[in-house]
């Protein structure tokens, strides 16, 4: 309703958290706010990681955290692979978090530099909630932010239903506008 009514903010920046970010998402929030948008990563526990102005990546905020990807087999990722994000809090001393698995999945961002100068490593995304993935046959994983991201370069689709059938077959049932 912002753009709508065009009501106008004066804003230096807009944070965002809690949900996958999406480029349509920030490109309307930015134009709806008139202001760059810094994309965060947090759970209850921890702040994670951060966006800088260079927008390439999540910071992981490694003076405090230590933060693992880890593979099916429980091995330590290093690699663009997605994994399992396992965190151990190196700060809070009264009730520690070691090797504490969050339940969400990301990758990290492979590169040499940020050219923002920070050398802390990053996450390239995050993926969601592992219990929201479906999962089908051939290890495919599908995160729940899949579908709503897709359809939406269908103008005319109104809504959408996806039905599991069973690990190899899923049903996508659509209302058409109009």
Not at 38 to 51: K, M, P, T, V
């Amino acid at each position: 309703q912002i753009l709508e009514h065009r009501i106008s903010f004066n804003l230096d920046s807009v944070i965002t958290s809690s949900e996958t970010l999406y480029p349509a998402q920030r490109a309307r929030i930015e134009k709806a706010f008139g202001a760059p948008v810094y994309d965060n990563y947090s759970s209850r526990e921890f702040a994670i990681a951060a966006e800088c102005s260079w927008h390439s990546g999540l910071h992981i905020n490694e003076e405090i955290l230590f933060v693992e990807l880890l593979n099916d087999s429980n091995e330590r990722i290093f690699s663009d692979e997605d994994g399992r994000v396992i965190i151990t809090d190196l700060y809070n001393l009264s009730f520690p978090f070691i090797r504490y698995e969050i339940g969400d999945l990301a990758s990290w961002k492979i590169e040499d530099r940020c050219p923002c100068g920070i050398t802390n490593k990053k996450f390239e995304r995050i993926i969601g909630r592992e219990s929201d993935i479906l999962k089908l046959a051939y290890g495919i994983r599908i995160p729940p932010t899949f579908f709503p991201d897709y359809f939406k370069i269908y103008d005319h689709i109104s809504d959408f239903m996806v039905e599991i059938l069973d690990e190899a077959t899923i049903h996508i049932h659509t209302i058409i506008k109009g």
